[in-house]
């Protein structure tokens, strides 16, 4: 496809167990970037990959949070012992350039319940 | 500390009721301000980039201005597909968009 695809669209969890989350960018963008947004709030930013290398990972909330990029492709984002409060949606986007400055294209996100 | 306040939280038009939304910011090194349409249960979807104050740039019924201070997205004649939350946020540093809460707009027929 042509947009950001990401998997599961739906997860639910209980509490204590991990869970994995996909996602694949627009073919050939350099930036990754893994945003989390709650009910009735903005997404807010977790991290960023330029190619492989993940150059800001200050949002990541706890140790419990974890992203990767091996390839400069597909980025999985791994939350180890998931609690309630880990409950949002998980958003990927992608850009063909570097950094925040340039457009940055959404995909529809994958819903964790932790329950 | 950064931050980008969106107003107001709700908007309820009629339809061909034009109307504006605000976005003011205090990001530091502000890279690009950007909006973005979100429908419920799907991701944001992009709408427009301003980089500059003075900057405008227009799509559709859509239309977003940039002051030093804050930006506006003009909503001219609109109709019910309209109907989203409208999302405003400012580039800052190099790797992270700082998102407002966002504006629910309503367009009713």
């Known amino acids: 496809g042509a947009g950001v695809s990401q998997s599961p669209r739906y997860k639910v969890a209980k509490r204590g167990q991990d869970v994995a989350l996909r996602c694949d960018p627009i073919s050939g963008h350099v930036s990754l970037f893994w945003y989390q947004q709650a009910l009735g709030q903005g997404p807010e930013f977790l991290t960023y990959?330029?190619?492989?290398?993940?150059?800001?990972k200050s949002g990541l909330p706890s140790d419990r949070f974890f992203a990767e990029r091996p390839e400069g492709s597909v980025s999985t984002l791994k939350i180890q012992r998931t609690q309630q409060e880990d409950s949002a949606v998980y958003l990927c986007?992608?850009?063909?350039?570097?950094?925040?400055?340039?457009?940055?294209?959404f995909g529809e996100g994958s819903w964790l319940t932790v329950v | 500390e950064d931050q980008v306040t969106q107003s107001p939280e709700a908007l309820r038009l009629q339809e061909g009721e034009s109307s504006s939304l605000n976005c003011s910011y205090t990001?530091?090194?502000?890279?690009?301000l950007f909006w973005y349409r979100q429908d419920p249960g799907k991701g944001p979807e992009f709408l427009f980039t301003l980089y500059s104050a003075g900057e405008e740039k227009e799509k559709e019924r859509l239309k977003a201005t940039l002051t030093k201070k804050e930006s506006f997205l003009h909503i001219t004649a609109p109709k019910p597909e309209d109907s989203a939350t409208y999302l405003c946020a400012g580039a800052q540093g190099y790797s992270t968009l700082t998102f407002g809460k966002g504006t629910m707009l309503l367009v009713s027929p």
């Open positions: 990001v530091s090194g502000l890279r690009g």
């Open positions: 990959f330029q190619n492989e290398a993940q150059l800001d």
């Open positions: 986007a992608s850009s063909a350039g570097q950094g925040s400055g340039n457009t940055i294209y």
